[in-house]
């Protein structure tokens, strides 16, 4: 696949979203090793390059992240401060510190939400892709998810209804090896996702997804074919999680050279080294760049270590639309 590069001001962008991410997890990990967090968290270290994908849409189109998808919210333009209380369980939290990790939403910047349910955003990607179809709208929706979820029957139903309506859904798959700690050889039959696609009558690609740009252009092609009403595209985007599915998991299931082979690809200095060699940045640009994202994080941190708990009192408020407040809902 020929990628055509985008501009400057896109890439530097491009890295900026791939730094912050890469820090908001580091903070994470130190917030939950304090007990400041609560519950399971799963870190998406390594598999910066997925923000990729959102940064090739534009405003108006709707994402559903993956269970990492910390930076995919991010990306769409969620403030990092909000995304870092709604993990604290704090009020001033994206949805109010009720979602957590893996329900974190943002309806102002058409983030639907992680959906905890194994192959669940399949069926609501399909249904918003139904809906701008019905609208005559031009938006795309991107659904993100990782290599378990293609064994779900969803996968297979909404695949198949997105393709026979032409709905302007862009799939892409996060294949890091694992399904929670099943390799994904072992539950899979066939090695490639992406050749899923011909029984849906549609594109399947299969990309190098520690590369932020390889990302970028698959997405931007897929969305350009939604759009004129071409209809949805599978797309595999083959990387990999330095963490365990879960912190604290022992990883028995894979070795630590592996590993270390894969923090050798790490997406961030890979997109470094190639924007230093094709001069599209100087090292200063991207140092000040990082120290950016640097700061931006930890002023996020204070800003969710010092905000109010959520009162328990209203955990039943906006459960339904008619009495929902806040710009999250």
Known sequence: MDIIMPDKEKLLEMYYLMQCTRKFEEAILVLFEENKIRGAIHLGIGQEASTGGVAALREEDWIIPSHRGHGQSLAKGTPAKFVMA????????VCKGRGGTVHISDMSRRNLGVCAIIGGSFCNAVGVGMAIKMDKKDDIILVYFGDGAVNEGNFHESLNMASIWKLPV??????????????????????????RAVAYDMPGVRIDGNDVLAVYDAVTEAAARARSGGGPTLIESVTYRWEGHWLGDP???????????????CPIKRFETMLL????????????????????????VEF????????????????????????GW
């Open 277 to 300: 060699a094709e001069n599209k940045a100087s090292m200063e640009e991207l140092n000040e760049l990082e120290k950016r994202a640097e700061n931006e994080i930890k002023e996020a």
């Open 304 to 327: 969710a270590e010092s905000s109010p708990v959520a009162d328990t009192a209203t955990v039943t408020d906006d459960v339904f639309v008619d009495n929902a407040e806040g710009s």
């Open 251 to 265: 990883e028995v299931y894979r070795s630590r050279e592996e590993v270390e082979h894969w923090k050798s690809k």
């Open 170 to 195: 862009v799939f892409l798959c996060e294949n890091n090896g694992f399904a929670l700690t099943v390799p994904f050889e072992y539950a899979t039959a066939g090695k490639d996702v992406s050749k």
């Open 86 to 93: 709604e993990l604290l369980g704090k009020k001033t939290g």
